[in-house]
């Protein structure tokens, strides 16, 4: 199934898709850090890391809602237009 997040360890026949069984343990470890990061975070630099980090993560487990969401909550797109508009 998955995790409160979208840890997706779901059995299909597009096994490719999902990440291995060996390796959920340690993607609920990063999701849990970057999820403490985020709590604990003052610093925008960090919580636009943790967030774009965290949409890889959840892009790797076959999550693109996930990855949707924390890519939108990074606000890196966002960031980049008012650059752009700067310069």
Do not use: W
């Not at 998955?2 to 343990?25: C, F, M, R, W």
């Not at 609920?28 to 709590?39: D, F, P, Y």
């Amino acid at each position: 199934m998955s995790t409160a997040q979208g840890i997706n360890t779901k059995q299909s026949p597009l096994e490719h898709v999902y990440p291995q069984a060996s390796n959920v343990d340690l993607l609920k470890g990063a999701e849990t850090s970057l999820n403490h990061a985020l709590e604990e975070a003052k610093d925008n630099t960090i919580i636009m890391e943790s967030h774009l980090l965290l949409a890889k993560l959840y892009f790797y487990c076959a999550n693109f809602h996930g990855t949707l969401h924390n890519i939108e909550q990074s606000r890196c797109v966002r960031a980049r237009f008012s650059l752009l508009l700067v310069h």
